[in-house]
């Protein structure tokens, strides 16, 4: 069954950090591109980044850059975002999603993540 399971999410304060892991099964990762998406009450889903399937094209909004990092470990089948220096603003329930096209726009993406949440107050 191919499949993406989140974790990671939770409570944080603010300036907090939180590691969120994607591991997937059923497929391998290494021959896809990865991308993280989320998604605030009232909000659209936003794509906040992706990480091809060779490393060397990854993408940040700005919103993100500098705070947010995304890896991969291909041994474990599972990618990371980590997340420093959190906002309230960053507060939505993330998602992860493997696709064919480097790219931001979720309609590229085919596997998807249930999601986990991330709540970032004091």
């Known amino acids: 069954q191919v499949q993406l399971v989140e974790s990671g999410g939770g409570l944080v304060q603010p300036g907090g950090s939180l590691r969120l892991a994607c591991a997937a099964s059923?497929?391998?990762?290494?021959?896809?591109?990865l991308g993280w998406f989320r998604q605030a009450p009232g909000k659209e889903r936003e794509g906040i980044s992706f990480i091809n399937n060779r490393d060397d094209d990854i993408y940040y909004i700005d919103s993100v850059k500098g705070r947010f990092t995304v890896s991969r470990d291909n041994a474990k089948n599972t990618v990371y975002l980590q997340m420093n220096a959190l906002k309230p603003e960053d507060s939505a329930i993330y998602y992860c999603?493997?696709?064919?096209?480097?790219?931001?726009?979720?309609?590229?993406?085919?596997?998807w993540g249930q999601g986990t949440q991330v709540t970032v107050s004091s």
């Open positions: 999603a493997a696709g064919p096209v480097a790219t931001i726009l979720s309609k590229f993406y085919r596997t």
């Open positions: 059923g497929f391998s990762l290494a021959n896809h591109v």
